[in-house]
């Protein structure tokens, strides 16, 4: 076809006869129209042929352009609403505090320098008495053997009780616990009904009885 319209023809039907002219003008004893005339239905078909195989390719052509438009369209129209969409907010983990915090289970030598004296007769349902106090021991605190229980002392408001009890002048036990603390004057009552805290004439002090605890 391209080549019918580079000499000039219009008519493709035309183009092919012109050629077939050509070919069999050299050649004597053939009546050319009459030839022309004969043959002139096939070669409408098979230009025909030629033509509806050309416009066939063209329309495939056209509709799988048409199809890769469309997609391109789509691609385009997608990635324009994913860049019109706010970015996803990053979700942020809740911090937890310190009061949130699951609490560690405290020891008992830390739970005895909170208190500063730990009394057998409240420890409620604690099994093995004796290897708590053995533990607290160990650990650095003052066990008393007190009358019908122990106590556990921390060493620090140990010392400084029996600074205090020294410095106290009076033998009155009445008048020597207006210088204590409510613990310590609990404590001292303790000692005193246990008879292991005396008030020495000689050095005209509290002191008390102990040798080892």
Known sequence: ????????????????RELIRREVAGE??????????????RIKRIVEDIVNEYMRIVFENRQKI?????????I?????EALAKPAPRQIQQPRITEAQR????????EILH?????????????????RFFDYLK?????????????VAVDPEFWNN?????SSIKTPDEVEAQRYLSPLEKELFNRLRASQLVIFDSKTRSWRVMLEEY
């Open 66 to 74: 048409a199809e890769l438009s469309e997609k391109i369209d789509e």
């Open 114 to 130: 909170e208190q500063k004296i730990l009394f057998e007769s409240r420890l409620g349902r604690l099994r093995d008495r004796d």
């Open 28 to 41: 004597t004893g053939y009546d050319i129209d009459s030839l022309m005339e004969k043959i002139k239905p």
């Open 138 to 150: 160990r650990e650095g605190a003052i066990i008393l053997e007190l009358e019908g229980e122990r």
């Open 1 to 16: 076809m391209e080549k019918a319209s580079e000499k000039g023809f219009i008519d493709i039907e035309e183009y092919v």
């Open 102 to 109: 699951p609490r560690r289970r405290k020891r008992g030598i």
């Open 161 to 165: 009780f029996l600074e205090k009890i």
């Open 76 to 80: 385009n129209r997608k990635i324009e």
